[in-house]
């Protein structure tokens, strides 16, 4: 899921990858030799999808094969040189599409060039690959920019890797289903069933075990945990797939099935699942179910780092040279980052691939698992593919088999899944009703937005244009201030720094304007929002998604996100950030009006009992204490730009220092509170403090107390769960 694009948008993004050595060039790169020159067959797709109830097990009969025109392949010049001026979209009328009518090409190219060359210069984002395939045919291939800046290399649309996250998913579920229609797996089974020991899941106080449906539909119910384990820096560090998922346990927070969390954990453990129950290892099965068959040859979950026993062979020579570099914006312009190793937990997302394999990949998945006369899945898996598998509420984003359920311009509803590593984003769209795929990845950190806003783009320029002014709401604004509030995800760690850092970006807000539409804030970026006719659901004013709210006794208490990935819970004003923030001021205040009366005070003149004394040295420690906290969070926070920083260094020292310093000054805190009693006592009038002293020692005991219980609440003070 920034970089900020900040925690959450990298931190949100899922990763894995990697592959075993073969004895030939093909096995050892999950590649198999160049097919015949041959086309994909031409689907004929049903006007919706197909109920799962509705589907048998059979397998497709090859069809006859016709010629495909071949596709555009042309890089323009650098888009580091476009401005935006060169890169607006053609003035003339689009050509409008319906869905019986395909897209019109030459519209589409003119059109998307605009977009993405505007994009480009916007946000800086030095490389950008795209496919369009449409009823069996590629509409439109094109790269843009560079993928290297040592030797000026160019973005090839049939060449050129980039690293598509998440997306990779997609790939461990199609063999996963393989395995289902197989009868060797069973979606509700619990995934116990399919796990060695050292890897099953403990109950931790739950009663219903996890099952492979909840971790496809990502409600297995575990806290989500990325900070200095889910990326690597040094390829030395990276581990096994069954080590990661020992070391790296998360807890689980609820019971399964109850409520969407992304979880990259999950996917790890249905991987390891898998490979378990085929008896060979993951990266050996997806390819020999996926990979191979389906003619994807600059397609891996390999990684280009060394060689190294125990893990998987690295990417070959050949492919490594094509590999895109990941690209980090600096005021000086872009900076090539080394890459970022996740194939610790391959089955989660560390493929790399071209825009030309996922334009292949994309008319597999839409033409029903079968692809040159081979079928790599069958129809019923198809089905599910499409289908809605869980949903949180009527009509909100759910999951399809562990396909994104996304619903888009024109009431139309599509599957996929994004995807983003550290300086990678991407984004695969499909929409079947259409016979159209999407796919678009970009290789630099500011670049999330292209990806994340192309497919609908396209869609409302071609088959579902919105009014230039919009409708009106269909709520007034006092039936709108029952969705206002905060909120917070559920996709975050629940314990540690780590579940603090959480609290603070996990936040958003909801907002009622006075028309009636609601503001939605999330990560420091705002959408707008309308009722639609569905009770509690709201669409986008542009874009994709659904804003679906839930009532507990007629009260408004969550909503689900957008894009389905999780969930976000109404919290009250105790636990919301502009508390805490409050809190921190005025002990920032307390702890130098301290200071000020401890340099200030004529000892001369003081008068005050022992205990007293005691309780001034102590209190004046406490805020020696909470400053040091403070300014080492400060610290922190003013480093937490660079993303990449902050998940490769975690836990930060300054950090770990802050927590431990605030730790032993809630210790001392609460030691003040109980002498309270015996400081106003004090003794004879003339051995003990003036009342206006005891008042302020007070008032500064309860602050640094209401602000200790804060942190408590929030996990800042648990140092030693990082």
């Given amino acids: 899921m920034t970089l900020r694009l900040s925690f959450r948008a990298v931190v949100t993004a899922a990763i894995i990858g990697c592959g075993l050595f073969g004895a030939t060039v093909a096995e050892t790169q999950d590649v198999a030799p160049a097919p015949p020159a041959e086309t994909a067959p031409t689907a004929t797709l049903p006007p919706a999808p197909v109920p799962y109830t509705a589907t048998v097990r059979r397998r497709r009969a090859p069809r006859p094969q016709r010629a495909v025109p071949p596709a555009a392949t042309t890089t323009p010049p650098s888009a580091l040189a476009t401005t935006p001026n060169d890169a607006l979209a053609p003035s ?22 605009g977009v993405v060359r505007d994009r480009m210069a916007r946000d800086h984002i030095a490389g950008v690959t795209i496919a369009i395939v449409q009823n069996g045919q590629v509409v439109l291939k094109k790269g843009y920019g560079l993928a290297s800046l040592k030797d000026g290399r160019k973005v090839d649309p049939d060449t050129t890797l980039f690293r598509i996250g998440s997306i990779s998913k997609t ?98 453990l249905a991987g390891a699942a898998l490979a378990n129950v085929t008896g060979q290892p993951f990266e050996r099965v997806v390819a020999d179910q996926v990979i191979l068959p389906a ?43 080394a890459p970022e190793f996740i194939g610790h937990i391959a089955p989660a997302g560390s493929a790399s691939s071209t825009a030309g394999d996922m334009a292949r990949y994309m008319t597999l998945l839409l033409d029903g698992g079968t692809i040159n006369g081979k079928t790599i899945f069958s129809p019923k898996t198809s089905a599910m593919f499409r289908t809605p598998m869980y949903r949180p509420a009527d009509g909100a984003p759910g999951w399809n088999a562990g396909f994104q359920d996304i619903p888009l311009p024109g009431a139309h509803r599509g599957f ?83 579940g603090f850092i959480d609290r603070l970006i996990g936040e958003a807000t909801v907002r009622a304007a006075p028309d009636g539409r609601l503001t939605l804030t999330v990560d420091g970026k705002s959408s707008q929002w309308t009722a639609t006719e569905q009770p509690d659901t709201f669409a986008p004013l542009s874009g994709s998604g659904l804003l679906v ?30 508390l805490l923030s409050i809190f921190a001021v005025l002990t920032i205040l307390a702890a130098i009006a301290t200071l000020v009366g401890v340099a200030t ?47 490769y260094g975690w836990p930060s020292g300054w950090l770990l220092s802050a927590s431990a310093c605030a730790f032993v000054a809630t210790l001392l805190t609460v030691a003040t509170l109980a002498m309270l009693p015996v400081v106003w006592r004090g003794g004879r009038r003339v051995d003990s403090w003036v009342s206006l002293r005891k008042l302020a020692f007070t008032c500064t005991t309860l602050i640094f107390l209401s602000f200790a219980l804060l942190l408590a609440a929030w996990g800042f003070l648990e140092f030693w769960n990082a």
């Fill in 601 to 647: 005070r004529d000892r001369r003149e003081a008068r005050q009992t022992p205990t007293q004394a005691r309780a001034s040295l102590m209190q004046t420690i406490q805020a020696i204490l909470w400053l040091i906290a403070l300014v080492g969070v400060g610290v922190f926070a003013s480093g937490a730009g660079d993303v990449a920083k902050v998940v």
């Fill in 295 to 337: 003619g994807l040859t600059h397609t891996t979950f390999r990684e280009n780092r060394p060689w190294q026993d125990g893990l998987p062979a690295p990417m070959a020579p050949a492919l490594a040279a094509d590999l895109s570099d990941g690209f980090r914006w600096t005021p000086l312009g872009f900076q090539t980052e």
């Fill in 549 to 578: 709210f839930q009532r507990e006794d007629g009260k408004v208490m969550r909503f689900f996100s957008p894009m389905g990935v999780a969930a976000f819970e109404r919290i009250g004003f105790p636990h919301q950030r502009g």
């Fill in 92 to 113: 003339l009328s689009p050509v409008l599409a319906t869905p019986a009518t395909p897209l019109p090409v030459a519209d589409l190219e003119a059109y998307v060039d």
């Fill in 171 to 268: 790939f461990t579920w199609i063999a996963l289903m393989n395995e289902v229609e197989a009868g060797r797996m069973r979606l509700d089974t619990p995934i116990n069933i399919y796990l060695p020991e050292k890897l099953q899941l403990k109950d931790q106080g739950k009663k219903t075990p996890v099952r492979l449906r909840d971790l496809m539909t990502h409600t297995g119910g575990f806290e989500d945990r990325t900070l200095g384990q889910l990326f690597e820096r040094d390829p030395r560090r990276e581990r096994p797939l069954d080590l990661y998922l020992r070391q790296e346990r998360p807890n689980r927070v609820r019971e399964p099935g109850l409520l969407p969390a992304y979880s990259n954990y999950g996917v790890g």
């Fill in 416 to 498: 996929g899944h994004a995807g983003a590593t550290l300086w990678f984003h991407s984004n695969m769209v499909m929409v079947p009703e259409l016979g159209l795929g999407v796919f678009v990845a970009v290789n630099t950190d500011t670049g999330a937005d292209l990806p994340a806003s192309l497919p609908s783009i396209i869609l409302e320029r071609f088959y579902a244009p919105r009014p230039e002014i919009p409708v009106a709401s269909r709520i007034s604004h006092d039936e709108a201030v029952a969705y206002e509030g905060h909120y917070l995800t559920t996709r975050r760690s629940y314990g540690g720094l780590e």
